[in-house]
Nanobody
Framework: QVQLRESGGGSVQAGESLRLSCAAS????????MGWFRQAPGKEREFVTTISWRGNTNYADSVKGRFTISRDNAKNTVYLQMNSLKPEDTAVYYCAANRGLATRIDTHYDYWGQGTQVTVSS
């Protein structure tokens, strides 16, 4: 069992930055692929980025070059550095853990955090 807790959300102006953190419980964190997804009001949850247990990363085209995912296995934490934020990045951001491969498909993930709100105003 893995429990995830996101933090770091908030309200910012367009062009500013935020860093989200996702703290995980459990001693097997380093073996999990981790992902970030987001859901805007009235829209379906969408893939943002993922990082494998080896550190390989994958990004949605909409965030490529602006967002960076990283992980610190010693701290059981995954991060999402978000730069050059845009109003269309406004959403609830969810951290997820997958015992399998690092994929873009949310149903492949086994554990989810409660989400953290990110609001970007123009």
């Amino acid at each position: 069992q893995v429990q995830l807790r996101e933090s770091g959300g908030g309200s910012v102006q367009a062009g500013e930055s935020l860093r989200l953190s996702c703290a995980a419980s459990g001693r097997t964190f380093s073996t999990y692929a981790m992902g970030w997804f987001r859901q805007a009001p009235g829209k379906e949850r969408e893939f943002v980025t993922t990082i494998s247990w080896r550190g390989n990363t994958n990004y949605a085209d909409s965030v490529k070059g602006r967002f960076t995912i990283s992980r610190d296995n010693a701290k059981n934490t995954v991060y999402l550095q978000m730069n050059s934020l845009k109003p269309e990045d406004t959403a609830v951001y969810y951290c997820a853990a997958n015992r399998g491969l690092a994929t873009r498909i949310d149903t492949h993930y086994d554990y989810w955090g409660q989400g953290t709100q990110v609001t970007v105003s123009s």
